[in-house]
């Protein structure tokens, strides 16, 4: 293993991270706000720490699949550390495990939050908060890789480790230039939003915050009654359609827009799965809330729509306080956050993708059982699945079940009861934010031991990488030559 290269690569990362800075430094300028010192000395800092590391260490020449994997673990590491600093320097926070949670759930767009009141913080720490989540939501290393077009190899690799689902689309030869494209789409869709929501009477301050947290699929807002503060239904429709589509594949986004047809979404058998769920669960909710509750028909569709795309998408934007729904609609809700998005959207959890494929084989494996000689094989989209994806899916899936087992247990040792700990772990490995109960909708993760803290960061690091990137890091023969 090279650790010249690795390092070299993580002081690129941190460089990227330090520069990020700025922007919420230009926003406590423009407010006249005191902070804008604690993210000039922080941007300063990380940046010339991240441009010893990269000159003093040679990144020439491809990375082996180890080399990529411990970049890609130890680059989220590393962004979230930094980033915590800005929170400890302004007095944010006084604990470092408060500062980590909320930088962790901040990169790896899980939404958590141990703030008890986000409308007292400074327009600079908020920006900051919004703005991990927009760089986390396409990912570090793919942003990382459309700068440096000189990894070869090496960022190919780094871009599969980072990038969420089982299969990643090589949209161009050169990687470069695939993530290239993922971002130009992500940045394309931040400004349409932001300007639908400027329109829509949501300040421009506001509207970029929570356009991060939309696409990112993210959750975290300037406000503490999150997108229920805006009375406006508009606002709503807008974050629900942009929440659905930041859930969806990016590459489909590229496809539509390059083919200037939606025939690219309908073609795709994953996101037809993902929008057939979607609305199934819409109107079983919208059912369900019609037969217990009085409210236009309009608000509880919308309130429906909100919080099943807000769910599955794993962003955690709430217009509603869903801990108060039937014990059916919070079971359905439960069971969208462990789904997730699409491949290769933003968001988390286990992925369409995945289920769609465990589908598919289920299904052949009953009529393997009816036809004994037949060969047969599941495709999709016209094309066979490889029995090494199936046998990585169905692995993903057990580890993910025994972590979510394990950690469920662990939870509940720190003293949390069984309701709130079950939907933590899923809430935080899913990355999705919210869960029922202690930790519901319009409660947060502050009154948890730092020990639990440190755990549940772990968690989000765990399920933003998909697992495999940073549990390999656990086997001794990851480290040796």
Known sequence: MNYSKIAAALGGVLMAIGVSMVLPLIWSLYYGEHDWTTFLLCSVGTTFIGAIAYKSNNLEGSLNNKEALAVVSFSWIEASVFGAIPYLLSGTFTSFADALFETMSGFTTTGASVLTDVEVLTHGILFWRSLTHWLGGMGIIVL????????????????????????????????????????????????????????????????????????????????????????????????????????????????????????????????????????????????????????????ILRQASFQVISLITTTGYATADFNEWSLFSKALLVILMFIGGCSGSTSGAIKVGRILVLVKQSILELKQSLHPRAILSPKIDGKSITKEVLINIQEFFFIYIVIVGISVVIMAFLGLDLVSAFTAVAATLGNVGPGLAKVGPTQNYSFISDVGKYYLSFLMLLGRLELYTVLVLFLPSFWRK
């Not at 991060?212 to 503060?229: D, H, R, Y």
């Not at 979607?278 to 909710?285: E, M, Q, T």
Request: with cysteine; charged share 15%; net charge positive.
């Open 144 to 299: 990382f890789v459309a700068i440096l077009s000189t990894l070869g190899v090496g960022g190919m690799q780094m871009f599969r480790a980072e990038a969420p689902g089982p299969v990643t689309e090589k949209l161009k030869p050169r990687i470069s230039e695939t993530a290239k494209i993922l971002w130009y789409t992500y940045l394309a869709l931040t400004i349409a939003e932001t300007l639908l929501l400027f329109v829509f009477g949501m300040p421009l301050f506001d509207a970029l915050c929570h356009t991060f947290g939309t696409l990112a699929t993210g959750g975290f807002s300037t406000k503490n009654a999150s997108i229920g503060f805006y009375g406006n239904p508009l606002i709503h429709w807008v974050i629900i359609l942009f929440t659905f589509l930041a859930g969806a594949n990016f590459a489909l986004h590229y496809q539509a827009f390059r083919g200037r047809s939606l025939k690219y979404f309908w073609r795709n058998a994953e996101f037809k799965l993902y929008t057939l769920i979607v609305l199934f669960s819409i109107a079983l909710i919208s059912i369900d809330l019609l037969s217990r509750v009085a409210l236009p028909f309009e608000t």
